[in-house]
T-cell receptor
């Protein structure tokens, strides 16, 4: 299995930075993905990591350490529209596109 | 990218009936998947829709309850059979073109069983 753990909820102020951690237990995987999901909408892709290290995409960055079984998503310069659920997902080694998701972290951005 | 059209967007169904959800992609894709998202929860993979052969189901999901068709590389259907209120969920179609690339999701079908 690939137990994937994320905090349930985080609250941060507009303009601040928030880091969402994701830990997992798995024997192997292709890549680790981060998705954003607004209430009532489909998940949209934010970032992914195949190799260890930091991937930066504008206000969003994602980090992976395979040896530590750990990833995080960093959201900078928070905006009200960033209030959403953030999903950590692992693509298994046996089939591309087949994702196992964590429970998601609800981020609430306050004025 | 991939543009995915999923129909219906929502439905309210009587228990004991069945609903078929359609997923149409704007171009050929190798991998198509069906997920379920129960209220307040994350996504759970139901099955991989295989073109020209039977779908591959994840643990806890069976073909009799969730029959899937995939007649070609741009289209798939998921049927939720003999529905009960516990089947009330959002059902999402997802596609992927290659390993280590993003998966795209349809807008989902919000199903309520009464």
């Amino acid at each position: 299995g690939q137990n994937i753990d994320q905090p349930t909820e985080m609250t941060a102020t507009e303009g601040a930075i928030v880091q969402i951690n994701c830990t997992y237990q798995t024997s192997g995987f292709n890549g680790l993905f981060w998705y954003q999901q607004h209430a009532g909408e489909a998940p949209t892709f934010l970032s992914y990591n195949v190799l260890d290290g930091l991937e930066e995409k504008g206000r969003f960055s994602s980090f992976l350490s395979r040896s530590k079984g750990y990833s995080y998503l960093l959201l900078k310069e928070l905006q009200m529209k960033d209030s959403a659920s953030y999903l950590c997902a692992i693509e298994g080694p046996d089939s591309w596109g087949k994702l196992q998701f964590g429970a998601g972290t609800q981020v609430v951005v306050t004025p | 990218s991939a543009v995915i059209s999923q129909k219906p967007s929502r439905d309210i169904c009587q228990r004991g009936t069945s609903l078929t959800i359609q997923c149409q992609v704007d171009s050929q894709v190798t991998m198509m998947f069906w997920y379920r998202q129960q209220p307040g929860q994350s996504l759970t993979l139901i099955a991989t829709a295989n073109q020209g052969s039977e779908a591959t189901y994840e643990s806890g999901f069976v073909i009799d309850k969730f029959p899937i068709s995939r007649p070609n590389l741009t289209f798939s259907t998921l049927t939720v059979s003999n529905m009960s209120p516990e089947d009330s969920s959002i059902y999402l179609c997802s596609v992927s073109r290659a390993v280590n690339t993003e998966a795209f999701f349809g807008q989902g079908t919000r199903l309520t069983v009464v």
